[in-house]
């Protein structure tokens, strides 16, 4: 991520007159004027959008956007926090350390009452009251009546968000009692969303009863639709966009900054539930979401109910990790089948 900053820096030594090749120093100071700029004249109290016309007179997220709006989603405002932490890393320089400080500000900020984040997050005072924060529960505002309150790990939304917030709390010694209140009240969040099974959904707006959702092996339904049902399946088993491998990123790295055995013990619930869903054969491997049967399932118009390349080898890439962090090989059992169907 740091590289954003680096071709930044590369853009503003180009605007400069043709001299020497640059030095250390100069590329250090186009990084903290590229910087300045971000944070004075990009940054809407901490956090960023996707693009930027030159002038500032557009704005867009994934749409256009107004002047108070900030946007979650990558390459949003998380991630240009990260690489304000990177460049503190690398630097030593608080200017960067303090962007990533506004930045997690900002999401402490649009943190919703169901612990996680909305891709958009609205700073103006009146628009803002269409949403129901973590801050209005601890007010003893705990009805989010009409309010939107849906948390999304769709696209690593709620996970970059988490992920920002859990470096900067450990940048500062977790002494920050705001940051570091809005990383338990996200990761307790996480905790509760999970389904018995391991796994987690697109997006929540109220957490599951547990007793409801049996833990079954993947199977193939007897017949399937070739039509679009219009299901909602915001609440399904789902490996689309990586939702449910962005969340064990996160909960690992969670572990390993917080001790918290916890999180350790949701990671290898996921973990089982990535072996639950590899499909039996004559292709045992996996599909975009599941619907709680646990057979694939309908999403939107464009994702049928099938098994997929994509999702498989993200899977795939997520039990590896799951290997290296754990040494349980169980995780590495179901790679091969899978592999070998695809490669056929």
């Not at 005072?125 to 129901?132: A, L, T």
């Not at 399946?233 to 990586?242: A, S």
Request: no cysteine; charged share 25%.
């Amino acid at each position: 991520m740091l590289r954003i900053l680096y071709l930044l820096s590369l853009a503003v030594l180009a605007s400069q007159p043709v001299s020497a090749e640059p030095t250390r120093q100069d590329v250090l100071d186009a990084m903290a004027k590229a910087t300045r700029f971000f944070q004075t004249e990009i940054a809407r109290s901490g956090g960023y959008l996707w693009r930027y016309k030159e002038d500032l007179s557009i704005r867009e997220e994934e749409r256009p956007a107004t002047e108070s709006m900030v946007w979650v989603q990558p390459p949003g405002t998380p991630a240009v926090g990260i690489v304000y932490l990177d460049a503190f890393a690398a630097t030593g320089d608080s200017l960067y350390l303090n962007g990533a400080i506004a930045v997690a500000r900002a999401l402490v900020w649009g943190q919703l009452s169901t612990g996680g984040w909305d891709y958009r997050i609205d700073f103006d005072p009146e628009k803002g009251k269409r949403w129901h924060y973590r801050r209005d529960v601890e007010a003893g505002d705990n009805d989010p009546d009409d309010r939107r309150h849906r948390s999304v790990f769709d696209d690593d939304n709620s996970q970059s968000a988490t992920r920002l917030l859990m470096r900067v709390d450990a940048a500062l010694g977790f002494e920050d009692t705001d940051i570091h209140n809005a990383v338990t009240f996200g990761l307790d969040a996480f905790l509760k969303v999970q389904y018995p099974n391991g796994a987690w959904p697109q997006r929540w707006d109220e957490f599951p009863d547990q007793d409801k959702y049996p833990v079954t092996k993947a199977r193939y339904p007897e017949t399937w639709s070739w039509e679009w049902p219009d299901v909602n399946y915001r609440d399904f088993y789902t490996f689309n966009d990586n939702a449910i491998a962005d969340v064990i990123d996160v909960m690992l790295e969670a572990h390993r900054i917080y001790k918290d055995e916890r999180y350790l013990k949701a990671v290898l619930k996921a973990g089982d539930f990535l072996i639950l869903a590899q499909m039996p054969e004559p292709q045992p491997t996996w599909a975009q979401q599941y619907n709680h049967q646990m057979e694939p399932a309908w999403a939107r118009r464009f994702e049928p109910a099938s098994v997929t390349g994509g999702e498989s080898f993200g899977v795939m890439r997520a039990l590896l990790d799951l290997y290296v962090q754990t040494g349980e090989k169980r995780f590495l059992e179901p790679i091969i089948p899978a592999l070998a169907s695809i490669r056929h």
